[in-house]
């Protein structure tokens, strides 16, 4: 039920949305927009000083007040409506006329949600669209439970009852449902059990909650010198820019500090995270999974081939890795390339001063390879109210996509003028577009893309704005910025997820073993991967054995794998999209249009990127080899 993953997830940067809405282009108010940017240097402006054209239009949702009310009365009336099928859902028309009343309500509670949630996050300080968007979520939280009987209700039919009902004329658009409630049902317990396990919910998130609060409260960081020789304390948010510093000293006594502060806690972190692999052990084996691993895979359907593929094919290519990071350490300049060189600026500072407008042309230019269609539905965002484009005072920080089946999708914004803003222009249309065609394309149950797909069509869109700049960049150092930039997202995205993907591997095998995740145990795992991965011309510094300590990715298990295989994914995509013109491209539309009408794996390789191979790890890869020979060439340090 989607409106169940809206409220789990709170917001996402992704949520399905459709419907075609054809306005009129707004003209550009060009001297007021000037003054805004002028006037943004100073202040942040209130919401009712930000012009129409540049705020997403939340009326195609709602009109008004009393409309959003009227529709929340009417999910509330409805709910008394699903009870009564409680206990009757034995046969193929009571089912169908619950399951439709279930999508209705969830629609609807969906609409409500969004809207909300949207109209508070363009001030988060109104009091007004507070009360609303709790109003929202405590509907939602009632909607969950009202639902709640329908799935355990029918899993307690028989196996061959359910075979009947998915094969039932009278059912079929619900089959994909019941097929993977059967699916499902070697893995659900008896009613007592069923109910046993969610009490312990509670318990089973106390490993994330007390790592959030050990990470985010507790842990607290020196001061170290800027690069102005000033004392400035180390905290999360500054760990990074730090590490981005020209000066080396800087860097350095960033990264001492923090693993030093993480070495005083590794006992009670240690425990902590054993805590979470012991939690998943518990369940994979309540339910009857061979390994935590193929219970984390199982939601998806993803094969376990497709998790050791991407390991294995990731350390085939690790001499590529290995050629990038010397590189580096060439165009540092320095004799030991250390781990907190990784984000050093290679490039001079370019000054790419790109206006939203100017962001918005050379998204279009760079996407002009997805065809005509796309094209005119990316303009039909630009213009038609889905985009909400500037900061103002108490707006949401970040960016995302969202919206509600049955209108157009919004994207939210905090547009500054910089490569970077363009980049996640690209990035969230990408999302939108995916949802756009996802939901005109499907019903309202199968209309929903996963996380394991969800990344592609956003990362596809960066990619081909890459592209698009490095082929039309005449500037040396603005293109050594760029190939960089890339460059950098490879070394992040795929050998550095896939890192992470390994060592939550190899310490799940080792517990389900009966091993004890001792702090040095999981500090020379996490060791010995940063030497395998980063190879014998870098100097792996012996603090790094710590960074397992600080990555929240580990408490939400076997999740972070899908970074690299939709980076992958959205390359193989690419790269086929540039040399083989239409037929990809037309391949690629039908992904976006799939929604999740079929199985994650199966939609991808419809579209001709088969991921249970190691193919679309091996092209991505090759793009990265394309990438280092460029700077080679371009730096003249090419690295033997």
């Known amino acids: ?337 250390h781990m907190y060189d990784l984000f050093a600026p290679l490039a001079k500072e370019v000054d790419m001063q790109i206006t939203y407008e100017q962001a918005k042309q050379k998204v279009k230019e760079s996407l002009k390879p997805l065809g005509d269609e796309y094209l005119r539905i990316l303009q039909e965002g630009y213009d038609g109210g889905w985009i909400d484009v500037y900061e103002n005072e108490g707006k949401r920080s970040g960016a995302y996509s969202w919206g509600a089946y049955g209108t157009h999708p919004y994207v939210l914004l905090n547009h500054k003028d910089n490569l970077n803003s363009m980049f996640t222009l690209a990035h969230e249309m990408g999302h939108a577009i995916h949802s756009y065609l996802s939901d005109r394309s499907q019903s309202y149950r199968d209309a929903q893309y996963t996380i394991f797909l969800a990344e592609v069509a956003s990362t596809l869109n960066e990619a081909l704005l890459m592209d698009h700049l490095l082929k039309h960049t005449t500037d040396p150092q603005e293109k050594l910025y760029l190939l960089t930039y890339y460059a950098d997202q490879f070394r992040t995205t795929v050998f550095r997820q896939t890192m992470f993907a390994e060592f939550e591997m190899i310490i799940h095998d080792k517990a389900e073993q009966g091993e004890s995740l001792t702090p040095q145990l999981l500090s020379d795992i996490y060791y010995d991967l940063n030497v395998k991965y980063h190879g014998d011309r870098m100097h792996v510094d012996r603090d790094i054995e710590m960074e397992w300590a600080r990555i929240p990715h580990f408490y939400s298990s076997f999740y972070v794998y899908k970074y690299a295989t939709g980076f992958s994914a959205a390359t193989s995509f690419a790269k086929q999209i540039l040399e083989e013109g239409a037929p990809a491209v037309e391949r690629y539309l039908g992904f976006l249009k799939s929604g999740g009408s079929d199985y994650s794996i199966n939609i991808l390789k419809k579209a001709g990127v088969d991921m249970s191979t190691p193919q679309p790890i091996r092209q991505a890869m090759d793009v990265f080899r394309g990438l280092i020979e460029e700077m080679e060439q371009l730096t003249g340090a090419k690295i033997e």
């Open 1 to 337: 039920m989607r409106v169940a993953a809206a409220v789990i997830a709170g917001l996402v940067w992704l949520a399905s949305s459709a419907g075609l809405a054809v306005w009129p282009r707004r003209a550009d108010s060009g001297p007021i927009q000037a003054i805004i940017r002028s006037d943004m240097m100073h202040r942040l402006p209130k919401r009712s000083e930000i012009p129409a054209e540049h705020r997403w239009r939340l009326e195609d949702l709602f009109p008004n007040q009393d409309a959003w009310d009227r529709e929340y009365r009417d999910v509330k009336a409805k709910l008394e409506d699903i009870r009564r099928f409680e206990g009757k859902l034995d046969n193929a028309e009571t089912i169908r006329q619950c399951f439709a009343l279930e999508d209705d309500i969830s629609l609807l509670t969906e609409r409500l949600y969004v809207y909300a949630n949207m109209r508070h996050h363009e001030d988060t300080a109104d009091p007004v669209y507070q009360a609303l968007s709790d109003k929202a979520k405590k509907l939602s939280v009632e909607v969950n439970e009202a639902l709640s009987f329908i799935t355990p209700e029918i899993l307690s039919l028989s196996e061959e009852q359910l075979r009947q009902l998915a094969n039932d004329p009278t059912l079929s658009a619900y089959r994909r449902t019941l097929e993977e409630m059967l699916r499902q049902k070697p893995h659900v317990l008896s009613k007592e059990q069923e109910a046993l396990l969610a009490q312990a919910g509670a318990m089973a998130q106390a490993p994330n909650t007390i790592f959030g609060m050990i990470n985010n409260a507790d842990m607290k960081f020196p001061t170290i010198k800027n690069e102005q020789g000033e004392e400035v304390e180390l905290t999360h948010g500054r760990y990074i820019q730090f590490l981005e510093s020209k000066n080396r000293d800087v860097r350095k006594s960033a990264f001492d500090a923090m693993y030093a502060s993480y070495r005083k806690q590794k006992n009670t972190l240690a425990a902590t995270l054993n805590a979470n692999v012991s939690k998943n052990i518990f369940y994979a084996r309540a339910r009857k999974y061979p390994s935590v691993l193929e219970m984390s895979l199982f939601g998806d359907n993803i094969p376990k081939e497709v998790y050791t593929n991407l390991i294995d094919t990731i350390h085939e290519h690790l001499p590529l890795l290995h050629r990038y990071l010397a590189l580096r350490q060439r165009l540092l300049g320095v004799d030991e390339l």
